[in-house]
T-cell receptor, first 113, second 113 residues
Framework: TQLLEQSPQFLSIQEGENLTVYCNSSSVFSSLQWYRQEPGEGPVLLVTVVTGGEVKKLKRLTFQFGDARKDSSLHITAAQPGDTGLYLCAGESGGTSYGKLTFGQGTILTVHP | ETGVTQSPTHLIKTRGQQVTLRCSSQSGHNTVSWYQQALGQGPQFIFQYYREEENGRGNFPPRFSGLQFPNYSSELNVNALELDDSALYLC????????????FGPGTRLTVL
């Protein structure tokens, strides 16, 4: 059974601070996706990383896929209250596992003004 | 382009009853995956439907079943409801072989009393 461990589970910071969320596994994934989920809504895809060592930037968000494709991180620079939400990482094993995601347990981020 | 829709939004059932949840996939997508998200947890993969057949299943008992229709919409059926089935049920649509991204619906909140 593939597992994705996400840390920290909770993060409460002040506006303007930086933060990093980690997603780790003992399994190799063909791709890893990061989602953000608001209360009462479904997850919304932020980014997909597929190549070991890949780094993608989305405004103040930086996503990295580990060289061995077993871990990933999400770094937010100068967090804003609008960044508040549940952040989820999800891995896909590839091959016949297309579209079948293994999710981490999520990180609840609260950014205080 | 129409997004993923799910119905109903909320549902309350009693233990032992049966329930059917519905999902309409995004225009142009041919694959639907269903996930169960317990409170405070990441989503867990239930199963996926492609070409009207089950195309992979997670660790869920047979009382969880589904259908996909020629228009790619899908149903999730749960028989003999248990208290632990209370959760947010999410469907996600994607294009098999296409970009590695899934689009989630807003979910159906099921409460089993």
């Amino acid at each position: 059974t593939q597992l994705l461990e996400q840390s920290p589970q909770f993060l409460s910071i002040q506006e303007g601070e930086n933060l990093t969320v980690y997603c780790n596994s003992s399994s190799v994934f063909s791709s890893l996706q990061w989602y953000r989920q608001e209360p009462g809504e479904g997850p919304v895809l932020l980014v997909t990383v597929v190549t070991g060592g890949e780094v993608k930037k989305l405004k103040r968000l930086t996503f990295q896929f580990g060289d061995a494709r077993k871990d990933s991180s999400l770094h937010i620079t100068a967090a804003q209250p609008g960044d508040t939400g549940l952040y989820l990482c999800a891995g896909e094993s590839g091959g016949t596992s297309y579209g079948k995601l293994t999710f981490g347990q999520g990180t609840i981020l609260t950014v205080h003004p | 382009e129409t997004g993923v829709t799910q119905s109903p939004t909320h549902l309350i059932k009693t233990r032992g009853q049966q329930v059917t949840l519905r999902c309409s996939s995004q225009s142009g997508h041919n694959t639907v995956s269903w996930y169960q998200q317990a409170l405070g947890q990441g989503p867990q993969f239930i199963f996926q439907y492609y070409r009207e057949e089950e195309n992979g299943r997670g660790n869920f008992p047979p009382r969880f079943s589904g259908l996909q229709f020629p228009n790619y919409s899908s149903e999730l059926n749960v028989n003999a409801l248990e208290l632990d089935d209370s959760a947010l049920y999410l469907c996600a649509s994607s294009l098999m072989g296409g970009p590695r991204e899934q689009f989630f619906g807003p979910g159906t909140r099921l409460t089993v009393l």
